[in-house]
Nanobody
Framework: QVQLVESGGGLVQAGGSLRLSCAASGSTFSINVMNWYRQAPGEQRDWVATITSGGSTMYADSVKGRFSISRDNAKNTVYLRMNTLKPEDTAVYYC?????????WGQGTQVTVSS
């Protein structure tokens, strides 16, 4: 069992920055890949970024060059640094992982970017 808790969301003006955190607890030794997703109102949940246990990263085209995913294994925490935010980045952001075929999701944190 793994529990994920996101934090760091809020209201920010366009062009601003936020850093989201995702703290993992439980069987964290089983975690390899960590992901961030987001879901805007009325939209499907979209993948944003991924980081592997080795530190390799991947990004959706919509955030490439603006967002940065990182992890602190000692703290069992994954971060999403979001720069140059745009109104279209407004969404609930979720962290997620998959362990032996089972998906784990956090409760999400709201990010609102005003124009």
């Amino acid at each position: 069992q793994v529990q994920l808790v996101e934090s760091g969301g809020g209201l920010v003006q366009a062009g601003g920055s936020l850093r989201l955190s995702c703290a993992a607890s439980g069987s964290t030794f089983s975690i390899n890949v960590m992901n961030w997703y987001r879901q805007a109102p009325g939209e499907q949940r979209d993948w944003v970024a991924t980081i592997t246990s080795g530190g390799s990263t991947m990004y959706a085209d919509s955030v490439k060059g603006r967002f940065s995913i990182s992890r602190d294994n000692a703290k069992n925490t994954v971060y999403l640094r979001m720069n140059t935010l745009k109104p279209e980045d407004t969404a609930v952001y979720y962290c997620a992982t998959n362990i032996r075929g089972r998906s784990y999701w956090g409760q999400g944190t709201q990010v609102t970017v005003s124009s």
